[in-house]
């Protein structure tokens, strides 16, 4: 059995408050990883390409962050917050943003998703390996 995480995703990004109750990037991610970890506790495989697992690093990579201190969530709302890469932390933002800023940053995440989609899982796999050699 496999299935493709983008089209779960595409399917949340189209009707967010369905699933998530409120346009929060934040619970978008925490409904998607635990999908994940469910499908993985099924053995169910994904299939899509390239890994969404390693979207971070490469968002990472994009924005010139180097560091595992934000999720993906943190850092779109961060930079829509106008935080400096220093200020951005394993925190949330959901509070001090607005709905207008909280939409932005899905509407951000889902151009970031299509430039990401383009790539192949080589291409990624450098940014990964790029993340790790700037971080050691």
């Known amino acids: 059995m496999?299935?493709?995480?983008?089209?779960?995703?595409d399917r949340v990004l189209e009707r967010p408050v369905?699933?998530?109750?409120?346009?929060?990037?934040?619970?978008?991610?925490?409904?998607?990883?635990?999908?994940?970890?469910?499908?993985?506790?099924l053995e169910v495989t994904d299939t899509s390409v390239p890994l969404f697992r390693d979207f971070n690093y490469w968002l990472g990579n994009k924005y010139g962050l180097m560091s595992a201190a934000g999720s993906y969530p943190n850092l779109i709302l961060g930079k829509i917050l106008g935080l400096k890469p220093h200020e951005i932390k394993l925190q949330e933002f959901d509070m001090r943003a607005s709905d207008e800023q909280h939409q932005e940053a899905i509407a951000i995440f889902k151009n970031l998703l299509i430039e990401y989609r383009t790539l192949s899982q080589e291409e990624v796999d450098q940014c990964v390996k790029d993340f790790f050699q700037s971080n050691s």
Do not use: H, K, P, W
């Open 18 to 41: 369905l699933y998530v109750g409120f346009c929060s990037l934040g619970r978008i991610s925490t409904l998607i990883g635990g999908f994940q970890i469910a499908m993985d506790e």
């Open 2 to 9: 496999t299935y493709n995480i983008y089209d779960f995703i």
